[in-house]
């Protein structure tokens, strides 16, 4: 089973893909939010890039580790952890971590990305705030959603969006046809990563600065993503991440 296609009509099957452009706010979101599925992706032949807006450097339990070389270390975690599920293009925005908003100029900067990439496929993190998991509803991950989704539309598509992304920089008009919101309190789309499992779980070893109990990692991950493939019907012993899917097109 490679995801939930066959019901869900809404989703563009996997192999009509060839680009995937993730942003999130900091490093290890992706991670806990989709590396099983994007595990799955690269392993059909997608090419996925990365884009994370901070550098987590705000991140971390250790009180006597440098703060400032947190900024560096959390990016040779995620550079380490992309290369676990197959991804080698991660780009850095280096936002101040826990300062971010949905400025135009991270709308901009969004929409500079995505016309560079040209992905097929969005994975956002959700604008929304859920009042049952405030982790999730960090306000780094709502803002970056929020101008994510506005990047997407209409400044991407949008040739007289900041302009200057085209005349100085000749990057054209670019639509992404569809949205993956992760961590969302109303997912509609499941994907089956029981045989990646073992890649998400590598990918978050590697932010080794964030887990003061690293052992209980993979319980905590298998009880996650078991209850999430049980809400999605998958057969017993199986693990799923879970999305909203937008038509953006
Ligand atoms: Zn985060």
């Keep these: 089973m490679s995801g939930a296609a066959a019901y869900d009509g809404h989703v563009t099957d996997d192999s009509e ?13 992706i991670d806990f939010g989709a590396a099983g599925t994007i595990a799955v992706w690269t392993e059909a032949g997608i090419e996925v890039s990365y884009c994370i ?10 009180l006597a580790f440098p703060r400032s070389e947190m900024a560096a270390l959390r990016r040779a975690e ?13 780009r850095f ?6 300062q971010v908003e949905a400025t135009l ?11 560079q990439v040209r992905p097929d ?36 598509r949008n040739p007289f969006a900041f302009p200057a992304l085209l005349a100085e920089e000749g990057l054209e008009a670019w639509t992404v046809p569809s949205v993956w919101i992760m961590g969302t309190a109303s997912p509609d789309h ?16 590697a932010h080794e600065s964030q887990h003061p109990h690293p052992e209980q990692l993979e319980g905590r991950l298998r009880q996650w993503l ?24």
């Design 17 to 29: 893909i060839n680009r995937v452009l993730a942003i999130t706010a900091h490093p290890d979101d």
């Design 53 to 62: 807006v901070t550098d987590g450097d705000a991140g971390g339990f250790d």
């Design 78 to 90: 995620q550079t380490a952890a992309a290369k676990c599920v197959g991804v080698h293009d991660v």
């Design 93 to 98: 925005l280096g936002y101040p971590d826990g």
């Design 105 to 115: 100029d991270l709308r901009r900067d969004l929409a500079r990305v995505i016309r």
């Design 121 to 156: 496929r969005v994975v956002a993190s959700s604008p929304e705030r859920d009042y049952l998991r405030i982790g999730r509803s960090h306000p780094d991950h709502r803002a970056v959603g929020s101008a994510t989704l506005d990047a997407v539309y209409p400044d991407a």
């Design 190 to 205: 499941y994907v089956d990563v029981t045989a990646t499992f073992a890649r998400k779980i590598a990918a978050l070893r």
């Design 226 to 249: 078991g209850g999430t493939a049980a809400a999605a019907g998958f057969p017993e012993g199986h693990l799923a991440e879970s999305f909203r899917v937008l038509d953006t097109s």
